[in-house]
């Protein structure tokens, strides 16, 4: 097992959401000032990957395809244990749907050279589609696994793995190379130490933007993208927000009375 | 793949495992129905397995005009990259302008997958289907939360894939119209490479299913403790319903993981969700708020869950559940 | 000047945070009602760092300086000012066998505290003195090459979480008249007494010790006989004072946050209470407070890290940012109305934590001696 390569995306901190405003016009959400972190399931991916970097010694290699300003995201992620970070970087870039995010992701990889296993998140919490993973698998050619719960390394090499599934679990057997993206249960993610981050700070970022890629710009960005976007609306709810007050027992005579006169009873 | 102005040819991918479809399956033939109805669309339900010709029937009922069957031993266990070559084969033959999958497991590594080998758009979980004026399939999906909801396009690229939420689309029954079933050959095309099926293990599910029910009593972190939520399951079974949970729940273990009500979870849309002890965040919000009748109780006045509830009740569940569960017995008796 | 915090700092703080938010939650309750700090968290922060921080490199430590203590401090405490403090008392350990202990003695003592095997312990405040330094009672005499020490000790933070504590005793007369000793817990004549039951930091566990003719070796004098008041000064003075100073500013920072979240939640009169004025103006002296403070403690934890004198500095921080904390809870407190004084609201244990910070370390009216005596001096006659 010689090196894991590790997806991260930076999204904008989730605590600050509220603070999401719509441009009007373009219909995309104006992200500045907003701090970014690491997707939290790109934690558990990254968990795993360092986890085989204790055991085998393996190479942890980060991946991202971010804004420059993004920086501090990785130097995180290299500040829990990884060895090496990627940031692909250009305004062809923008307006990447996941097929050609997948594909810029898959250039970069490439580019990278060798590899046993790429782990991702199993989905990011802002555009949570959970595409990318499955894609960029086919745009490398090698199977993928997603919701895994649990992956052991064979003493003999392969892996055994547990997927999540609507009530229940299957168990699989799988040769690297392979892509797998993780859940929730799949690990503990450790906290930072602080030695390795002092470590980390000698560790690249190096910043690859198209040129260094050689991608046909009308494969990539919002050329490429074979899904667009028509409209985007804030979500607005309104409910009748009618009070019952009083002591329990007054309250649950109210529930109760109107339980019944919607007809449940 | 061909542009295609008018939506002719509506594919939904008949999910199924261990020979039982999955649900959200039927529910997406309901809306493929729906969307066929502007140009006629013909529905084509596409169904990979072993021995599975008997489900055709069910699919039929349920909206397919027809079934295209592909039925192999190499298809028993469900596996990514077989079923990618076999979706792929099916495609490129045949030219479906829309092909819809379930936002499940499978259909989360399934579709994307095949929307890559056939350089096409995809969307994810989507909460509604429309078609625009020219025919095309307009898709929204929720992001950020819930917090926002994005209409998204596939203009050029065919097929026009998606995967649906399930619990959203509604089924229907008895269509009655004798369908047609077309069996593809696989022939050389299975790619039989990937990780191999050990074991499938499955777990369960008691009691009456969280989608089904028509009342859902649902708790979150609030409730506590597990003595606490015995009172979320009294008043379930009185009000004949099912009980639901929030993450932390889960977590603390009151609750089954497939009991949980969320983005991330089951959506339900019972006619009364009663929500005890849950703040109102907005990746479980989205998973109820199609609820007809939504009563909350929490002792915190400033509980966001209050803004998307029809009644709203600032107290202690533990006097108030009990107290309600008596009251309910009265008016049954 | 500058005042922006390093890339590294802002990671560490991330880091803290992180840690803080995730792991000491689930022991809050049980802090509340036993008093007792969590140990079972003393393994993880060794893991990161926090109980080295300060402690140098060769000595399993991280080797970091006193602002990046400070940040640890101040994100512990913004949760819990109790962990904090045990924390900040346990680096008090560190920093008396770091500066004054022979290379033995380091090399036995601080791995162990670094590793977070066990607690550190600072032992000064006798029933006879804590202000009152050199009026303690607790003695050390000479038997051979040893010491007898007798006596007691009071108000001391972590006694029952320590295997070993650093022990303040007469042995001579006046300031020169006071000795450090490392005492172990399984030293015959040396045993913990009470736990105290304090109303505020609860967590941080406080408590007694009883030296009833406990024999300690000539090797665990710390330092030479009679350095025992440089050692409890300088110890108090730099390490002490700017770990207190820390606690209290994370209660500080929380009272704000928790303030200014209830005052935008509130809704009265159509709106929320942020939107009245009265209620921005408590939420504008409590971010004064905060920056004055974080510009107090930063700064003396500055100059320690430049090798500067900073006792005056350092009294400086820990009196008003302790102060401070208490003003700002019962700010926050009102800004709740009659929520802010039940007990499922955070606040009112705010209220409680900043009040004890105020004795603890130091009384306010011994730093504002020494502060006084600064700003005489230019003065002063001959």
């Known amino acids: ?265 | 793949m061909k542009e295609s102005k008018t939506c002719q040819e509506i594919w939904v991918f008949a999910e199924q495992r261990v020979g039982v479809l999955h649900d959200a399956g039927l529910e997406l033939l309901g809306k493929a129905r729906e969307l066929a109805k502007r140009y006629n669309s013909r529905v084509s339900a596409i169904l990979l397995g072993k021995e599975v010709e008997g489900l055709t029937g069910i699919l039929m009922t349920h909206g397919a005009d027809r079934v295209i069957l592909v039925d192999s031993i190499h298809l028993g266990n469900y596996r990514l990259m077989p079923y990618v070559s076999v979706l792929e084969k099916a495609c490129r033959q045949h030219d479906p302008d829309i092909l819809l999958f379930a936002a499940s497991s499978m259909g989360m590594e399934l579709a994307p997958r095949l929307a890559a080998r056939l350089n096409t758009g995809l969307s994810a979980h989507c909460i509604d289907l429309q078609l625009d004026e020219d025919g095309k399939l307009l898709q929204m999906v929720p992001g950020w939360g819930g917090g926002v909801v994005a209409t998204i396009k596939c203009p050029e690229h065919r097929p026009q894939m998606a995967t649906v939420m399930p619990g959203i689309m509604r089924k229907i029954e008895g269509y009655d119209r004798s369908g047609e079933i077309l069996k593809l050959e696989i022939g050389e095309i299975l790619d039989t490479s990937g990780p191999r099926v050990l074991k499938v293990h499955r777990e369960e599910p008691c009691g009456m299913p969280l989608e089904q029910a028509e009342v859902v009593v649902a708790g979150g972190w609030g409730i506590g403790s597990s003595e606490g939520w015995q009172l979320l399951e009294e008043l379930s079974v009185v009000l004949c319903g099912a009980v639901g949970a929030t993450r932390p729940a889960v977590d603390e273990g009151w609750a089954r993981e497939d009991q949980m009500i969320g983005q991330s979870g089951k959506i339900v849309r019972p006619c009364l969700y009663i929500g005890v002890g849950i703040s109102g965040m907005m990746h479980h919000v989205v998973g109820m708020d199609a609820s007809n009748h939504i009563v909350t109780i929490n002792t915190d006045p400033k509980a966001g869950i209050f803004e998307v509830s029809d009644v709203i009740i600032v107290g202690d569940y533990k006097a108030i559940i009990p107290a309600l569960i008596e009251e309910i017995k009265k008016k049954q008796a | ?382």
């Not at chain 3, 995730?22 to 079972?40: C, H, L, R």
């Not at chain 3, 009470?194 to 408590?207: D, H, M, P, W, Y």
């Not at chain 3, 159509?270 to 004025?277: D, E, V, Y």
């Open chain 1, 1 to 265: 097992m010689e090196r894991v390569i590790v997806c991260i995306k930076p999204i904008p901190d989730p605590k600050e959401w509220h603070l999401l405003r719509m441009d009007p016009v373009t219909k995309t959400l104006i992200r500045e000032g907003i701090p970014s972190v690491i997707n939290p399931l790109d934690k558990h991916a990254l968990e795993a990957a360092l986890e085989i970097k204790d055991t085998l010694g393996a190479e942890v290699v980060l991946l991202s395809m971010a804004p420059p300003f993004t920086k501090p995201v990785l130097r995180e992620a290299l500040a829990m244990g990884a060895d090496r970070a990627f940031l692909l970087s250009d305004r062809v870039f923008a307006g990447s749907d996941s097929l050609t995010t997948a594909r810029i992701l898959a250039a970069g990889i490439r580019k990278i050279g060798e590899f046993d296993l790429v782990f991702c998140g199993n989905f990011t919490l802002d555009g949570s589609t959970a595409q990318v993973p499955s894609q960029l698998a086919e745009c490398l050619s090698i199977p993928n696994v997603m919701h895994i719960n649990k992956m052991e390394l064979k003493k003999e090499g392969g892996l055994f793995l547990t997927q999540q599934i609507e009530s229940g679990y299957v168990y699989l057997e799988a040769e690297t190379p392979i892509l797998l993206s993780f859940t929730k249960k799949a690990n503990k993610p450790r906290f930072i130490s602080f030695l390795e981050m002092l470590e980390a700070e000698k560790r690249d970022i190096s910043v690859w933007n198209n040129s260094d890629l050689g991608l046909d710009e009308s494969s990539i960005g919002l050329a490429g993208a074979p899904t667009k976007m028509a409209d985007l609306l804030l979500c607005q709810k309104k409910r009748a927000g009618i009070r019952i007050e009083g002591s329990p027992e007054e309250i649950a005579q109210g529930l109760a009375e109107r339980i019944y006169q919607w007809g449940i009873l």
């Open chain 3, 1 to 382: 000047m500058d005042f922006k915090f390093s890339e590294r700092e802002e990671l560490l703080r991330k880091a803290v945070r992180e840690f803080a938010e995730s792991e000491i939650p689930p022991k809050m309750e049980a802090m509340e009602e036993t008093g007792d700090y969590p140990i079972n968290l003393l393994q993880q922060m060794a893991k990161m760092g926090i109980t080295g921080i300060i402690t140098p490199r060769e000595y399993n430590g991280v080797g970091l300086g006193y602002i990046a203590r400070m940040i640890v401090l101040e994100e512990l405490s913004r949760v819990s000012a109790a962990v904090s403090m045990g924390m900040q008392v346990h680096h008090m350990a560190c920093a008396a066998i770091n500066d004054f202990g022979t290379e033995v003695q380091k090399k036995k003592y601080l791995p162990r505290l670094a590793r977070g095997e066990t607690m550190g312990c600072v032992a000064v405040t006798d029933p006879a003195g804590g202000s009152d330094l050199v009026g303690m009672q607790t003695r050390a005499e000479r038997k051979g090459d040893n010491w007898i020490i007798n006596g007691r000790k009071c108000f001391i933070t972590n006694t029952h979480t320590s295997d070993f504590w650093i022990v303040i005793a007469k042995t001579g007369e006046g300031s020169k008249g006071l000795s450090a000793f490392i005492v172990e817990k399984n030293m015959s004549g040396a045993k913990v007494g009470r736990k105290e039951n304090k109303f505020g930091l609860r967590g941080a566990n406080t408590g007694e010790l009883v030296f009833d003719n406990c024999e300690v070796p000539q090797e665990h004098l710390i330092g030479k006989e009679g350095a025992g008041f440089s050692v409890s000064l300088k110890t108090i003075s730099e390490t002490g004072r700017t770990g207190m100073a820390g606690v209290a500013l994370g209660i500080l920072n929380n009272c704000l946050e928790e303030a200014a979240k209830f005052a935008s939640e509130r809704v009265l009169y159509g709106k929320p209470i942020s939107a009245l004025q009265a209620i921005q103006f408590h939420i504008a002296e409590m971010y004064t407070e905060l920056e004055i403070c974080r510009l107090l403690c930063y700064r003396a934890c500055w100059m320690k890290d430049q090798g500067m004198r900073c006792d005056t500095e350092t009294a400086l921080a820990k009196y008003y940012t302790c102060d401070a904390a208490l003003r700002c809870a019962k700010k926050a407190i009102e800004v709740h109305g009659s929520y802010g004084i039940m007990r499922e609201y955070k606040v009112q244990r705010l209220l409680r934590d900043a009040m004890v910070t105020i004795p603890a370390g130091g009384t306010a009216e011994v730093s504002k001696l020494g502060i006084a005596r600064a700003a005489l001096a230019p003065f002063t006659k001959k």
